[in-house]
DNA sequence: TCATTAACTGTCG
DNA sequence: CGACAGTTAATGA
């Protein structure tokens, strides 16, 4: 999406953009919140989750710069089914449904790429469900270590996000403690290092190989 | 110093 | 495996 910027078919639609700066653990799309727009990451990260009843929280995804948010606000929906939260500081930029209609209608490039995007999303909410039906614990926590891996790498062998256990925990599919103590087995078998929150892999393959018969796409 | 938060452990259904 | 209770360590008002 990002890429696009340069696209010069796109700057009458650049120019109306909003900026918006998020601080650390700022909301900028609420569940059931009338849809105002769509959202893309210019700086900084930020998690997207549904709330269900009693106040558990499943984490969709994690975006971070380049990646848009909120896209299943626009069409035919007029409240988001998600919620949005930065966990840095964060900056985005807007668009209103309007302006992206038309950007949609006469920039073939951006359809197809949103096309793209929506494709892999769905993807990966397919295989999503499979994994949370058949995945042992373990291996949902060791799958959302690899995804977190994969999509923000590491610096100095630490994740270079920053995620509370919980947090992990509402993005597998499981509770705090579990989380917590799939880590700690881990860490004793070597294949892991902790320090206080932050978490590194150090054999990232070794991770991979435990979870491989249930990668039938490598990157969900 | 006290209070809060997060990481962690033990145990039970 | 999930839920609850309880301990410990770090942090900050």
């Known amino acids: 999406m990002h890429k696009n910027s ?3 078919e796109l700057q009458p639609y650049l120019n109306k953009k909003t900026v918006l700066v998020c601080k650390k653990d700022q909301d900028f799309i609420l569940e059931g919140t ?3 727009g ?3 990451v210019y700086q900084g990260k930020a998690k997207i ?3 269900g009843l009693m106040g558990k929280e499943q984490i969709i995804r994690f975006a971070k710069p380049g990646e848009i948010v909120g896209h299943r ?3 035919y929906s007029q409240e988001y089914q998600i919620s949005a939260k930065a966990l ?6 807007s668009f209103s449904t309007e302006v992206i209609t038309k950007a949609l209608l006469t920039v073939p490039s951006l359809t197809y790429d949103l096309l793209t995007f929506y494709s892999e999303e769905l993807n990966r909410s397919e295989t999503k469900v499979k994994k949370f039906a058949q995945m042992t614990v373990r291996e949902k926590v060791i799958d959302a270590l690899l995804y977190i891996n994969r999509k923000f790498g590491q610096s100095k062998g630490l994740l270079n996000l920053q995620l509370t256990r919980k947090e992990i925990a509402d993005f597998a599919g499981t509770t705090e403690e579990q989380v917590i103590r799939v880590l700690s ?3 004793k078998e070597k294949l892991l290092n902790t320090e206080g929150k932050k978490i590194g892999i150090e054999r990232v393959e070794l991770l991979s190989k435990e ?3 249930h990668n039938y796409f490598i990157d969900s």
């Open 88 to 93: 840095e500081r964060t900056v985005l930029c």
């Open 38 to 40: 769509l959202y893309f």
């Open 49 to 51: 989750a549904k709330t």
């Open 185 to 187: 087995s881990l860490k």
């Open 34 to 36: 009338p849809v105002v």
């Open 211 to 213: 979870i491989a018969d």
């Open 73 to 75: 606000g626009f069409g």
């Open 6 to 8: 340069s696209n010069e």
